[in-house]
């Protein structure tokens, strides 16, 4: 079976996606949880609300602060992270800055959004899942903004098939056997268009492969799209429905 | 998280402990070291030392002592909330407690930080108090209980330990006393409940009623192997009111009760029982287990009316003694 | 100190009005001994050995993970029971994905918890005790959990429980805390041994997760226990409070029990106080429980909780078998 990956997949083929909107029960005001292979993020959204500080009210637009929890269990081994984790600030900061610039901040001045996200499991591409969930737990608070923000990851198979000269395909996304093993990218996409929005790399990796992987991750990103769009139809109607009845 | 940083601000012993010296035997005649339950029937509790007023810098305080366990008590406030508080208004008095044991009070050394048990405990404590302090007449006020356990009635990794026989017994279900820590907290917890309404009413704080500690264990015969009379075991319990640690001879403990009662209102205020016990006849094994636990707590309210009585008494003494030698002055 | 709520002192009384009543009126109209709706899923993780998500309206989300490691002995021939009792690590987590704000994680509990405690302490605390004394007690008749943890000769699991809490309000309640844990307990299956019992080699296992053994057998006694909250108002006693019950309630008992055979009688395996916020009645009046009272309260947790338990076990194996 040549040209399969570790898992069955073929070089272009997505995890299951699996996600749900207003999952939690908790008065927060919108909520999402979405399941990418074995990656499974549950996100919270609370506002626009009052700041819980001073220092994050800015005059003329809403502030979107984000936290990032990592489950002790999320990982093969017991891993407790703490809040200064470097791993959680790092992806706070990615998740809070993509977010920001696509959140129309501009309609809530001195007031705060905040993206809760928790971590359950990790198998690959947590920054994507993580997007993704906050996205829709966005969507599902009716928090407006300018289109879906859509994450996929894409690596560079290792050079088996390059005996002719021409780069392999690049894999879509990885799973975290891939991710640990060949180089990965994370790339995030606004809507239809293909304006990346967010894009991370924490590998090296020959420089006439990145333009390759940067297209397959942003073709990962339409579908990713595709499949949110549905369940956020799905639920919109559903919802619909019970609320005519 | 935080709690397991190493503690930089001290100077720490090594952090695996060093062996305590065991003495294996003594020159006493075994019987005068005979374990001090024997000589206690099984519905009398130790003899309690409880005196209040022995800090001077804080409201109120108390010493308490119960054969090997010693601790004390002070009690702060009530006093304006600090003005950094998260909570800068209060309809009633914020009671906080703190329950600490010192690094030397049992077998094992603790440290400085607190632990979740002594949390525990201090949570335990607060719940026990807090509905009998009149805490409506002390607006906008906190009052702080903190105690200090100086040493506990504890024998140490020694006596707990099960022994493996190679390879196999661990496979197999023996008895061992599971509970026996958490007796432990409970008799020191009784203390505590005991001293500090001590502590309160020596401060001065006005509350509903004294609220005493008491504890109880309930105790079956301890069958060989596995033999389970399930169906007559019932007649064979004992009932032992503030228990000590080692459970008597063949006897093993199936649950403790530790309770904070108000025996002037014949309230409980606070309960925690830990064990087993059936439900057959519904509530009964532990409305049992609950009414030794109070006659428990009834004796030790004795003692503790006789500290508040005395330190009332002192300080009535005291006040008359000083104003008759100012009307001496006056009238010399 | 009691959980604090959003309600104002005319609406805590008109509370303990109605729910002194005879027959009480509860806010959402239920029964006095009528549990609220909750969503149970279990053994939906792939890195843990047992997990469990409990969501209930009102008293927010709780998702355990329990992960299984193989650790040492500490010492070669005998285990200490308080070196044995650290085999199990219980941990709570509060994340106040609510309202509550962030990171709000004070005072986890509502069993007589964290109260008091003063300072900045981590709030779970009290939880975590309460949780792991309950499944220690949860034994007699020399069995323990413990001795299901022992691999073989100076190896033994040593078991993770993280609890993470998604609540609104900083004290959750005490039966969605617990029944997650106790799903999650009855969903966790270990790797089964190998190697031989009596060598002290590190121990090997199979990796076929369809012969794994469970940490609970499902048909025999006892079962992971279940802790259920009550509180009283007046003569009225209230299972599973709400947190506007919780705020006006005189008392309130945390009665953990576990089911002892199969015909569904249970044993109570610890009872402790919780935190109740004493609002809405006169100044003066009860403090707390009499004997009548108690016998009243925990007679109604009995009464309940073997089909409590029943019905949870019967969910978890049902998702069991499904997986």
Not at chain 1, 145 to 152: E, K, R
Not at chain 3, 133 to 162: F, M, N, P, Q, T
């Amino acid at each position: 079976m040549e040209g399969l990956r570790n898992d069955g997949r073929r070089w272009n083929e997505l995890r299951r996606i699996h996600c749900q909107l207003s999952t939690s029960s908790t008065n927060a005001d919108g909520s999402s949880y979405i399941e990418q292979g074995f990656t499974k993020v549950l996100c919270n959204v609370t506002g626009p609300a009052e700041p819980s500080n001073r220092q994050r009210v800015k005059q003329d637009s809403a502030t979107v602060s984000c936290e990032v929890y990592f489950a002790a269990f999320s990982g093969t081994d017991r891993i407790k992270r703490g809040r200064n984790d470097k791993k959680v600030q790092e992806l706070q900061t990615a998740i809070q800055k993509t977010f920001s610039s696509i959140i129309l901040t501009h309609l809530f001045a001195r007031s705060e959004i905040t993206i809760s996200i928790h971590i359950l499991s990790q198998d690959g591409g947590t920054l994507a899942a993580c997007i993704n969930a906050a996205t829709l737990a966005l969507i599902d608070a009716g928090i407006p903004m300018t289109d879906y923000v859509c994450a996929c990851t894409a690596g560079q198979s290792t050079s088996i098939f390059d005996n002719e000269g021409a780069s392999p395909d690049p894999w879509l996304d990885v799973n975290y056997l891939e991710e640990s093993d060949i180089p990965s990218l994370t790339v995030a996409t606004v809507g239809d268009s293909e304006k990346i929005v967010a894009l991370s790399m924490e590998n090296k990796v020959r420089i006439e492969a990145l333009e390759a992987m940067i297209a397959v991750g942003i073709s990962g990103c339409a579908r990713v799209r595709g499949i949110m769009d549905k369940e956020v139809r799905r639920y919109g109607k559903e919802k619909l429905e019970a609320e005519g009845e | 998280m935080a709690a397991k940083a190493p503690d930089r601000r001290r100077n720490n012993p090594p952090s695996h402990g060093t062996n305590p010296p065991v003495f294996l035997s003594t020159s006493l005649p075994s019987s005068t070291i005979k374990p001090e339950q024997a000589s206690r029937p099984p519905n009398e509790i130790r003899k309690i030392f409880l005196r209040t007023g022995l800090v001077s810098s804080v409201t109120g305080s108390s010493f308490l002592e119960i054969a090997p366990l010693k601790l004390s008590v002070s009690v702060l406030g009530p006093r304006p909330l600090p003005r950094t508080s998260t909570t800068p208004f209060a309809a009633q008095a914020i009671l906080t407690t703190e329950v600490k044991f010192a690094p030397f009070a049992s077998t094992v050394r603790r440290g400085y930080l607190r632990d979740s048990s002594e949390r525990d405990l201090g949570s335990r404590l607060y719940q026990s108090l807090v509905g009998a302090i009149r805490r409506e007449l002390y607006p906008k006020s906190r009052i702080e209980v903190v105690v200090t356990i100086l040493d506990s009635e504890d024998e140490g990794d020694e006596v707990n330990t099960v022994y493996m026989e190679e390879g196999k017994a661990a496979f197999e279900p023996t008895f061992r006393d599971a509970g026996r820590a958490e007796r432990a907290l409970g008799v020191v917890l009784a203390g505590c409940i005991t001293a500090a309404s001590a502590a309160l009413a020596d401060a001065g704080i006005e509350m509903y009623d004294l609220v005493s500690g008491g504890v109880s264990t309930v105790l079956v015969d301890q069958f060989d192997g596995k033999g389970k009379g399930k169906e007559g075991d019932s007649e064979k319990r004992l009932y032992v009111r503030d228990p000590a640690i080692a459970p008597p001879e063949g006897k093993k403990p199936l649950a403790t009760c530790v309770l904070g009662y108000m025996a002037a209102r014949d309230e409980i205020s606070e309960l925690w029982i830990l064990g087993k016990l059936g439900t057959k006849n519904g509530t009964a094994e532990m409305e049992e287990l609950v009414d030794e636990a109070i006659a428990a707590a009834r004796s030790s309210r004795g003692v503790l009316n006789e500290a508040a009585k005395e330190r009332v008494q002192f300080i009535v003494d005291k006040a008359q003694s000083t104003t008759q030698t100012d009307d001496t002055e006056m009238t010399g | 100190m009691p959980p604090p709520t959003p309600l104002s002192p005319p609406e805590l009384s008109y509370l303990f009005t109605s729910l002194s009543l005879t027959p009480p009126i509860r806010p959402d109209l239920r029964s006095a001994s009528q549990f609220r709706p909750l969503i149970a899923e279990c053994s939906f993780l792939p890195h843990c050995n047992g997990s469990s998500r409990i969501c209930m309206t009102e008293a927010g989300e709780c998702i355990v993970g329990i992960k299984a490691e193989v650790e040492k002995d500490a010492t070669s021939k005998y285990a200490t029971i308080i070196e044995r009792e650290k085999w199990i690590e219980v941990s709570v987590e509060v994340a106040g994905g609510g309202a509550s704000g962030p990171g709000s994680g004070v005072g986890v509990g509502g069993i007589s918890g964290a109260g008091g405690a003063s300072g900045r302490d981590e709030g779970d605390g009290g939880a975590a005790v309460w949780l792991k004394e309950g499944l220690l007690a949860c034994g007699g008749d020399g069995w323990s959990i413990l001795d299901r943890l022992v691999i073989s000769k100076g190896w033994h699991w040593k078991l993770y429980i993280d609890v993470l809490l998604l609540t609104p309000t900083s004290h959750p309640s005490p039966l969605l805390l617990s029944t997650a844990v106790n799903m999650a307990l009855d969903s966790t299956y270990l790797p089964k041994l190998t190697s031989p019992h009596d060598v002290d080699d590190i121990p090997a296992f199979s990796d076929d997760w369809a012969i794994s053994v469970p940490l609970y057998e499902p048909t025999t006694f006892p079962r992971p226990p279940i802790s259920l909250p009550v509180v009283a108002i007046g003569d009225n006693v209230f299972l599973d409070p709400s947190v506007a019950e919780v705020a006006t309630a005189e008392v309130g008992l945390v009665v953990t029990l576990a089911l002892s055979d199969a015909d569904g009688s249970c044993d109570i395996v610890g009872v402790r106080g919780m935190e109740v916020g004493r609002a809405g009645g006169k100044e003066g009046d009860r403090k707390g429980i009499n004997r009548k009272l108690l016998r009243k309260m925990v007679t109604t947790c009995v009464n309940e909780a073997s089909e409590v338990i029943k019905t949870l076990g019967e969910t978890t194996h049902k998702q069991m078998f499904r997986a």
